[in-house]
Protein backbone atom coordinates (compact mmCIF):
# COMPACT_ATOMS: atom_id res chain seq x y z
CA UNK A 1 0.00 0.00 0.00
CA UNK A 2 1.20 2.77 -1.16
CA UNK A 3 0.36 5.23 1.52
CA UNK A 4 1.73 3.11 4.65
CA UNK A 5 5.47 3.83 2.37
CA UNK A 6 7.79 7.26 3.03
CA UNK A 7 6.98 9.84 0.57
CA UNK A 8 9.70 12.20 0.92
CA UNK A 9 13.10 11.66 -0.68
CA UNK A 10 16.03 10.14 1.17
CA UNK A 11 17.95 12.90 3.74
CA UNK A 12 15.54 15.24 2.57
CA UNK A 13 15.68 16.32 5.80
CA UNK A 14 19.04 16.03 6.57
CA UNK A 15 20.39 18.90 9.06
CA UNK A 16 17.29 19.64 10.18
CA UNK A 17 16.36 19.68 14.26
CA UNK A 18 12.96 19.14 15.23
CA UNK A 19 11.38 19.01 19.23
CA UNK A 20 8.54 16.79 19.10
CA UNK A 21 6.17 17.01 22.61
CA UNK A 22 4.81 13.79 23.03
CA UNK A 23 7.44 12.12 20.78
CA UNK A 24 7.69 9.15 23.16
CA UNK A 25 4.16 7.47 21.95
CA UNK A 26 1.40 6.79 19.59
CA UNK A 27 1.64 9.18 16.66
CA UNK A 28 4.52 11.36 17.97
CA UNK A 29 6.37 8.81 17.68
CA UNK A 30 5.57 7.34 14.96
CA UNK A 31 6.33 11.22 12.88
CA UNK A 32 9.61 11.45 15.22
CA UNK A 33 10.66 7.51 13.66
CA UNK A 34 10.23 9.00 10.32
CA UNK A 35 11.73 12.48 10.66
CA UNK A 36 14.75 10.64 11.85
CA UNK A 37 14.70 8.29 8.52
CA UNK A 38 14.04 11.28 6.54
CA UNK A 39 17.42 12.09 8.12
CA UNK A 40 16.75 15.00 10.93
CA UNK A 41 17.80 15.18 14.50
CA UNK A 42 14.97 14.79 16.89
CA UNK A 43 14.42 15.75 20.44
CA UNK A 44 11.89 14.00 21.87
CA UNK A 45 10.39 15.39 25.57
CA UNK A 46 7.16 14.17 27.50
CA UNK A 47 6.46 13.65 31.18
CA UNK A 48 7.67 9.90 31.93
CA UNK A 49 11.22 9.14 31.38
CA UNK A 50 10.07 5.78 30.94
CA UNK A 51 8.65 6.47 27.76
CA UNK A 52 11.45 8.91 26.55
CA UNK A 53 14.14 6.02 27.45
CA UNK A 54 12.73 2.97 25.89
CA UNK A 55 11.84 5.18 22.36
CA UNK A 56 15.09 6.69 22.58
CA UNK A 57 16.40 2.77 23.30
CA UNK A 58 14.57 1.65 19.98
CA UNK A 59 15.90 4.23 17.60
CA UNK A 60 19.34 4.87 18.84
CA UNK A 61 20.88 1.44 17.34
CA UNK A 62 19.81 2.93 13.60
CA UNK A 63 19.92 6.79 14.26
CA UNK A 64 22.90 7.68 16.68
CA UNK A 65 22.98 10.84 18.64
CA UNK A 66 20.47 12.45 15.72
CA UNK A 67 17.46 11.06 18.67
CA UNK A 68 17.94 12.31 22.48
CA UNK A 69 15.25 12.83 25.38
CA UNK A 70 14.35 15.65 27.77
CA UNK A 71 11.88 15.05 30.76
CA UNK A 72 9.27 17.77 30.64
CA UNK A 73 6.06 18.65 31.77
CA UNK A 74 4.64 21.22 29.00
CA UNK A 75 2.57 22.55 31.84
CA UNK A 76 5.93 24.05 33.37
CA UNK A 77 7.23 27.16 31.30
CA UNK A 78 10.81 26.36 32.81
CA UNK A 79 10.96 22.85 31.49
CA UNK A 80 10.20 24.12 28.09
CA UNK A 81 12.85 26.54 28.13
CA UNK A 82 15.05 23.70 29.31
CA UNK A 83 14.31 21.68 26.28
CA UNK A 84 14.98 24.57 23.61
CA UNK A 85 18.60 25.55 25.52
CA UNK A 86 19.34 21.77 25.82
CA UNK A 87 18.59 20.76 21.85
CA UNK A 88 20.15 24.26 20.53
CA UNK A 89 23.29 23.46 22.68
CA UNK A 90 23.20 19.78 21.58
CA UNK A 91 22.50 20.76 17.69
CA UNK A 92 23.22 24.41 17.25
CA UNK A 93 19.77 25.78 15.62
CA UNK A 94 16.53 24.20 15.74
CA UNK A 95 14.24 24.11 12.79
CA UNK A 96 10.48 23.02 13.60
CA UNK A 97 8.23 22.30 16.68
CA UNK A 98 5.36 19.52 16.81
CA UNK A 99 3.18 20.36 19.79
CA UNK A 100 1.67 16.52 19.87
CA UNK A 101 1.43 16.25 23.83
CA UNK A 102 -2.11 16.05 25.04
CA UNK A 103 -4.27 14.54 27.34
CA UNK A 104 -8.09 13.54 27.04
CA UNK A 105 -10.78 11.10 27.76
CA UNK A 106 -14.69 10.67 27.23
CA UNK A 107 -16.90 11.72 29.86
CA UNK A 108 -20.51 13.31 30.23
CA UNK A 109 -19.88 16.48 30.74
CA UNK A 110 -21.84 17.20 33.97
CA UNK A 111 -19.91 14.83 35.33
CA UNK A 112 -16.75 16.35 35.17
CA UNK A 113 -15.14 18.44 38.08
CA UNK A 114 -13.54 21.97 37.14
CA UNK A 115 -10.50 19.90 37.85
CA UNK A 116 -11.17 17.54 34.92
CA UNK A 117 -11.33 20.48 32.69
CA UNK A 118 -7.80 22.29 34.47
CA UNK A 119 -6.00 19.05 33.49
CA UNK A 120 -6.63 19.15 30.30
CA UNK A 121 -6.83 22.44 29.39
CA UNK A 122 -3.52 23.15 30.74
CA UNK A 123 -1.95 20.07 29.14
CA UNK A 124 -3.02 20.83 25.82
CA UNK A 125 -4.33 24.13 25.25
CA UNK A 126 -2.15 25.93 27.80
CA UNK A 127 0.88 23.78 26.87
CA UNK A 128 0.96 24.35 23.34
CA UNK A 129 0.37 28.13 24.06
CA UNK A 130 3.85 27.87 26.41
CA UNK A 131 6.01 25.91 24.10
CA UNK A 132 5.01 28.17 20.80
CA UNK A 133 5.87 31.31 22.92
CA UNK A 134 9.10 29.70 24.04
CA UNK A 135 10.05 28.65 20.54
CA UNK A 136 8.98 31.85 18.87
CA UNK A 137 10.76 34.48 21.34
CA UNK A 138 14.04 32.07 20.34
CA UNK A 139 13.40 32.00 16.72
CA UNK A 140 12.49 35.97 16.90
CA UNK A 141 16.39 36.37 19.16
CA UNK A 142 17.92 33.81 16.53
CA UNK A 143 16.68 35.84 13.70
CA UNK A 144 15.83 32.17 12.20
CA UNK A 145 12.37 31.91 11.93
CA UNK A 146 11.34 27.65 11.79
CA UNK A 147 7.83 26.04 11.55
CA UNK A 148 5.01 24.86 14.35
CA UNK A 149 2.71 22.25 13.61
CA UNK A 150 0.25 21.47 16.22
CA UNK A 151 -1.46 18.35 16.39
CA UNK A 152 -5.28 19.40 16.78
CA UNK A 153 -8.61 17.22 16.06
CA UNK A 154 -11.55 17.37 13.25
CA UNK A 155 -13.85 18.36 16.44
CA UNK A 156 -11.78 21.40 17.02
CA UNK A 157 -13.68 22.83 14.62
CA UNK A 158 -17.18 21.19 14.97
CA UNK A 159 -16.46 20.71 18.58
CA UNK A 160 -17.83 17.34 20.08
CA UNK A 161 -19.71 15.92 23.21
CA UNK A 162 -18.24 13.82 25.72
CA UNK A 163 -14.90 15.11 25.27
CA UNK A 164 -15.76 19.05 26.06
CA UNK A 165 -12.48 19.82 27.43
CA UNK A 166 -10.56 18.74 24.73
CA UNK A 167 -12.22 19.94 22.50
CA UNK A 168 -12.13 23.98 23.66
CA UNK A 169 -8.82 23.21 23.70
CA UNK A 170 -8.26 22.35 20.18
CA UNK A 171 -10.41 24.77 19.20
CA UNK A 172 -7.90 27.25 21.27
CA UNK A 173 -4.63 25.85 19.27
CA UNK A 174 -6.68 26.58 15.52
CA UNK A 175 -7.44 29.94 16.88
CA UNK A 176 -3.33 30.07 18.31
CA UNK A 177 -2.08 28.70 14.56
CA UNK A 178 -4.12 31.20 12.61
CA UNK A 179 -3.36 34.26 14.98
CA UNK A 180 0.21 33.84 14.43
CA UNK A 181 0.57 32.54 11.42
CA UNK A 182 -0.19 36.06 10.57
CA UNK A 183 1.27 37.84 13.53
CA UNK A 184 4.78 35.93 12.99
CA UNK A 185 5.27 35.42 9.43
CA UNK A 186 7.55 38.30 9.19
CA UNK A 187 10.01 37.04 11.52
CA UNK A 188 10.06 33.80 9.19
CA UNK A 189 8.06 31.75 11.57
CA UNK A 190 5.12 29.34 9.67
CA UNK A 191 2.35 27.98 12.29
CA UNK A 192 0.09 24.96 10.77
CA UNK A 193 -2.13 22.04 12.18
CA UNK A 194 -3.19 18.77 11.20
CA UNK A 195 -6.74 17.68 11.99
CA UNK A 196 -6.82 13.94 12.57
CA UNK A 197 -9.85 11.40 12.75
CA UNK A 198 -8.52 8.47 14.48
CA UNK A 199 -5.99 6.86 14.01
CA UNK A 200 -5.66 3.79 16.21
CA UNK A 201 -2.93 4.64 19.41
CA UNK A 202 -2.53 2.66 23.00
CA UNK A 203 -3.34 6.79 24.19
CA UNK A 204 -6.23 7.24 22.72
CA UNK A 205 -8.12 4.25 22.19
CA UNK A 206 -7.85 3.05 26.41
CA UNK A 207 -9.29 6.88 26.86
CA UNK A 208 -11.89 7.31 23.79
CA UNK A 209 -13.24 3.73 22.99
CA UNK A 210 -12.69 1.75 26.34
CA UNK A 211 -13.79 -1.69 26.47
CA UNK A 212 -17.54 -2.44 26.37
CA UNK A 213 -18.29 1.14 23.93
CA UNK A 214 -17.80 -1.43 21.10
CA UNK A 215 -21.45 -2.76 22.02
CA UNK A 216 -23.15 1.02 20.90
CA UNK A 217 -20.50 2.49 18.89
CA UNK A 218 -18.49 1.35 15.87
CA UNK A 219 -16.02 3.95 14.75
CA UNK A 220 -15.40 2.39 11.33
CA UNK A 221 -19.02 2.77 10.48
CA UNK A 222 -18.34 6.52 10.54
CA UNK A 223 -15.56 6.54 8.15
CA UNK A 224 -16.37 7.32 3.99
CA UNK A 225 -13.21 4.92 3.55
CA UNK A 226 -14.21 2.76 6.07
CA UNK A 227 -10.87 2.38 7.92
CA UNK A 228 -8.44 4.25 10.66
CA UNK A 229 -5.64 5.94 9.48
CA UNK A 230 -2.19 4.51 9.15
CA UNK A 231 0.47 6.18 11.03
CA UNK A 232 2.70 6.59 8.04
CA UNK A 233 0.05 8.88 6.12
CA UNK A 234 -0.09 11.21 9.15
CA UNK A 235 4.07 11.21 9.51
CA UNK A 236 4.50 11.96 5.57
CA UNK A 237 1.91 14.97 5.88
CA UNK A 238 3.39 16.16 9.60
CA UNK A 239 7.52 15.78 7.67
CA UNK A 240 5.98 17.85 4.87
CA UNK A 241 4.99 20.53 6.67
CA UNK A 242 7.64 21.08 9.01
CA UNK A 243 9.67 20.76 5.92
CA UNK A 244 11.15 23.63 3.50
CA UNK A 245 9.07 21.75 1.03
CA UNK A 246 5.81 23.68 2.53
CA UNK A 247 7.35 27.30 2.60
CA UNK A 248 4.78 28.51 1.45
CA UNK A 249 1.33 26.53 3.48
CA UNK A 250 0.85 29.14 6.48
CA UNK A 251 -1.88 29.13 8.59
CA UNK A 252 -3.88 25.80 7.77
CA UNK A 253 -5.52 23.35 9.01
CA UNK A 254 -5.28 20.31 7.05
CA UNK A 255 -7.93 17.15 7.71
CA UNK A 256 -6.90 13.97 7.51
CA UNK A 257 -9.92 11.56 8.41
CA UNK A 258 -10.56 9.97 5.71
CA UNK A 259 -13.86 11.82 5.10
CA UNK A 260 -14.85 11.38 8.40
CA UNK A 261 -16.33 14.79 9.89
CA UNK A 262 -18.32 15.47 6.45
CA UNK A 263 -20.11 12.45 6.63
CA UNK A 264 -21.34 13.23 10.05
CA UNK A 265 -22.46 16.78 8.66
CA UNK A 266 -23.71 15.79 5.69
CA UNK A 267 -27.97 15.42 5.96
CA UNK A 268 -28.41 12.29 4.65
CA UNK A 269 -25.22 10.91 4.42
CA UNK A 270 -26.64 8.36 6.65
CA UNK A 271 -28.67 7.03 3.28
CA UNK A 272 -25.89 4.34 2.85
CA UNK A 273 -27.47 2.31 5.60
CA UNK A 274 -30.73 1.53 3.07
CA UNK A 275 -30.47 -1.52 1.32
CA UNK A 276 -29.22 -0.88 -2.46
CA UNK A 277 -32.10 -3.63 -3.46
CA UNK A 278 -34.94 -0.90 -1.73
CA UNK A 279 -33.77 1.79 -4.10
CA UNK A 280 -36.24 0.92 -7.10
CA UNK A 281 -39.25 0.94 -4.72
CA UNK A 282 -37.96 4.39 -3.40
CA UNK A 283 -37.53 5.54 -6.49
CA UNK A 284 -41.34 4.72 -7.45
CA UNK A 285 -42.45 6.74 -4.43
CA UNK A 286 -40.51 9.52 -4.68
CA UNK A 287 -40.95 9.93 -9.15
CA UNK A 288 -44.56 9.10 -8.00
CA UNK A 289 -45.29 12.29 -5.92
CA UNK A 290 -46.48 14.26 -8.60
CA UNK A 291 -48.35 17.44 -6.11
CA UNK A 292 -48.17 18.24 -2.84
CA UNK A 293 -51.93 16.90 -2.33
C1 LIG B 1 -13.79 12.08 34.73
C2 LIG B 1 -11.54 12.36 35.22
C3 LIG B 1 -11.21 11.25 34.41
C4 LIG B 1 -12.28 10.54 33.76
C5 LIG B 1 -9.37 12.05 35.25
N1 LIG B 1 -10.36 12.82 35.71
N2 LIG B 1 -9.85 11.08 34.44
N3 LIG B 1 -12.80 12.78 35.38
N4 LIG B 1 -13.54 11.01 33.96
N5 LIG B 1 -12.06 9.49 32.98
C6 LIG B 1 -10.24 13.94 36.63
C7 LIG B 1 -9.70 13.50 37.97
O1 LIG B 1 -10.72 12.96 38.79
C8 LIG B 1 -9.13 14.81 38.51
O2 LIG B 1 -10.15 15.66 39.01
C9 LIG B 1 -8.59 15.47 37.27
O3 LIG B 1 -9.29 14.89 36.15
C10 LIG B 1 -7.09 15.22 37.09
O4 LIG B 1 -6.91 13.80 37.03
P1 LIG B 1 -5.51 13.10 37.33
O5 LIG B 1 -5.70 11.64 37.17
O6 LIG B 1 -4.95 13.62 38.62
O7 LIG B 1 -4.60 13.72 36.16
P2 LIG B 1 -3.19 13.24 35.62
O8 LIG B 1 -2.62 12.15 36.47
O9 LIG B 1 -2.40 14.49 35.44
O10 LIG B 1 -3.54 12.57 34.19
C11 LIG B 1 -3.91 13.36 33.12
C12 LIG B 1 -4.94 12.61 32.26
C13 LIG B 1 -4.42 11.21 31.81
C14 LIG B 1 -5.26 13.52 31.07
C15 LIG B 1 -6.22 12.41 33.08
O11 LIG B 1 -5.41 10.55 31.05
C16 LIG B 1 -3.17 11.33 30.98
O12 LIG B 1 -2.06 11.40 31.53
N6 LIG B 1 -3.28 11.39 29.63
C17 LIG B 1 -2.16 11.58 28.70
C18 LIG B 1 -2.30 10.84 27.40
C19 LIG B 1 -3.63 10.94 26.71
O13 LIG B 1 -4.66 11.34 27.30
N7 LIG B 1 -3.63 10.51 25.44
C20 LIG B 1 -4.83 10.50 24.61
C21 LIG B 1 -4.84 11.64 23.65
S1 LIG B 1 -5.97 11.19 22.44
P3 LIG B 1 -10.52 15.72 40.60
O14 LIG B 1 -11.58 16.77 40.71
O15 LIG B 1 -11.01 14.33 40.97
O16 LIG B 1 -9.24 16.09 41.32
C22 LIG B 1 -6.63 12.53 21.71
C23 LIG B 1 -7.39 12.12 20.44
C24 LIG B 1 -8.52 12.99 20.07
O17 LIG B 1 -6.53 13.62 22.16
C25 LIG B 1 -9.29 12.57 18.82
C26 LIG B 1 -9.52 11.12 18.57
C27 LIG B 1 -10.27 10.82 17.32
P1 LIG C 1 -0.67 9.42 23.19
O1 LIG C 1 0.24 8.35 22.71
O2 LIG C 1 -1.31 9.25 24.52
O3 LIG C 1 0.09 10.80 23.11
C1 LIG C 1 -0.02 11.83 24.07
C2 LIG C 1 1.38 12.23 24.49
O4 LIG C 1 1.33 13.40 25.30
C3 LIG C 1 2.10 11.15 25.29
O5 LIG C 1 3.34 10.89 24.69
C4 LIG C 1 2.30 11.79 26.67
O6 LIG C 1 3.55 11.36 27.21
C5 LIG C 1 2.29 13.26 26.32
N1 LIG C 1 1.89 14.12 27.43
C6 LIG C 1 0.73 14.07 28.13
N2 LIG C 1 0.71 15.01 29.07
C7 LIG C 1 1.88 15.70 28.96
C8 LIG C 1 2.44 16.80 29.65
N3 LIG C 1 1.80 17.40 30.66
N4 LIG C 1 3.67 17.23 29.26
C9 LIG C 1 4.33 16.63 28.25
N5 LIG C 1 3.84 15.59 27.55
C10 LIG C 1 2.63 15.13 27.91
O7 LIG C 1 -1.88 9.61 22.15
P2 LIG C 1 -1.90 9.87 20.57
O8 LIG C 1 -3.16 9.27 20.09
O9 LIG C 1 -0.63 9.48 19.94
O10 LIG C 1 -2.07 11.46 20.50
C11 LIG C 1 -1.03 12.29 19.98
C12 LIG C 1 -1.64 13.60 19.51
O11 LIG C 1 -2.53 13.35 18.41
C13 LIG C 1 -2.47 14.34 20.55
O12 LIG C 1 -2.30 15.73 20.37
C14 LIG C 1 -3.89 13.94 20.21
O13 LIG C 1 -4.83 14.86 20.68
C15 LIG C 1 -3.78 13.93 18.70
N6 LIG C 1 -4.83 13.16 18.02
C16 LIG C 1 -4.84 11.82 18.08
C17 LIG C 1 -5.82 11.11 17.38
C18 LIG C 1 -5.87 9.62 17.38
O14 LIG C 1 -6.84 9.06 16.82
N7 LIG C 1 -4.91 8.92 17.95
C19 LIG C 1 -6.79 11.81 16.63
C20 LIG C 1 -6.75 13.21 16.61
C21 LIG C 1 -5.75 13.87 17.29
P3 LIG C 1 3.81 11.19 28.80
O15 LIG C 1 2.70 10.37 29.34
O16 LIG C 1 5.17 10.57 28.85
O17 LIG C 1 3.81 12.58 29.34
Known amino acids: MIHQQGMLRDDALKGKVYIVTGGATGLGKSITKYLLELGACVMICSRKEENLSATHAEFQPQHG ?23 HERWGSI ?33 TVYFTQAIGAYWIKQGTGGAVLNIVTTYASTGSGFVV ?4 SK ?13 WAKYGIRMNAIAPGPFPTEGAWTRLFPEGTEKYVDPIKRIPLQRFGHH ?27 GEWLKGAGEFSHLDEIPPAMWDELEKKVRGKKSNS
Not at 68 to 79: E, H, I, K, S, T
Open 165 to 168: PSAV
Open 95 to 127: HGLLNGAAGNFISPTERLSHKAFDVIIDIVLKG
Open 171 to 183: AGIVALTRSLAVE
Open 232 to 258: QELANLAAYLLSDYSAYVNGDVITIDG
Open 65 to 87: DRIAYQVCDVRDFLNIEKVIQVT
